[in-house]
């Protein structure tokens, strides 16, 4: 595609429900990571594969977050039973192996 | 882990220059700079390696000192558009994990 897609674009979630967001890279890139930004700071690192292993998920705040690139293109990251403080814009961005991080538009959650 | 950026913010006049910087205690393998602009996805602006070499873009230009842990983003005469927030990103040995500070915000006024 022309870019990282990601959707919704938008998502608000009563507190316990659960979320998927779905992350739709650029064609060939073989790295997918995931960023949570807060308001007014800077993006935080969650996750990231290459191809479809998963190779860091020490930034994933806890085992209600879980992430999946099952075939090494589409990603969905995945909160569990969310809470207020997993409100934030969650930004998706591939790369060609190590080089310049393409970002899509993010997914604005609001927990409820 | 996280790199140290300075300052918090800058607020300049069409034309004048700026320095950003970006710090860390560890050592780096390489270091990307972005731009966001509100509401936006960030942008990629240039990528550093270990080697303190300096790359430009336009009237953007940056800098690593490997031995300091450290880079810079220089812009010169500044434009309108030049207005975001610049987040450096570091990586350690050879990752592809890039780690953001937490962003230094550029308004520039006509």
Redesign the interface.
């Known amino acids: 595609g022309a870019g990282v897609s990601q959707s919704p674009r938008y998502k608000v979630a009563k507190r316990g429900q659960d979320v998927a967001l779905r992350c739709d890279p650029i064609s060939g890139h073989v790295s997918l990571f995931w960023y949570q930004q807060a308001l007014g700071q800077g993006p935080e690192f969650l996750t990231y594969f290459q191809n479809e292993a998963q190779l860091d998920k020490s930034g994933l705040p806890s085992d209600r977050f879980f992430a999946e690139r099952p075939e090494g293109s589409v990603s969905t990251l995945k909160i569990q039973r969310t809470q207020q403080e997993d409100s934030a814009v969650y930004l998706c961005a591939s790369s060609f192996r190590g080089a310049k991080l393409f970002f899509g538009s993010g997914t604005q959650l609001s927990v409820l | 882990q ?1 790199p140290v950026q300075s300052p918090q913010a800058v607020i300049l006049r069409e034309g004048e220059d700026a320095v950003i910087n970006c710090s860390s205690s560890k050592a780096l393998y390489s270091v ?1 700079w ?1 731009r966001q602009k509100h509401g ?5 602006l240039m ?1 550093l390696l270990k080697g303190g070499e300096q790359k430009g873009h336009e009237k953007i230009s940056a800098s690593f000192n490997e031995k300091k842990q450290q880079s810079s983003l220089y812009l010169t005469a500044s434009q309108l558009s030049y207005s975001g927030t610049y ?1 450096c ?1 570091t ?1 350690q040995g050879g ?9 230094t915000k550029l308004t520039v006024n006509p």
Not at chain 2, 40 to 44: G, H, Q, T, W
Not at chain 2, 95 to 103: D, H, T
């Open positions: 996280q990307h972005y936006e996805a960030p942008v990629f990528i987040f990103g990586a990752s592809e994990k890039l780690v953001f500070g937490k962003g």
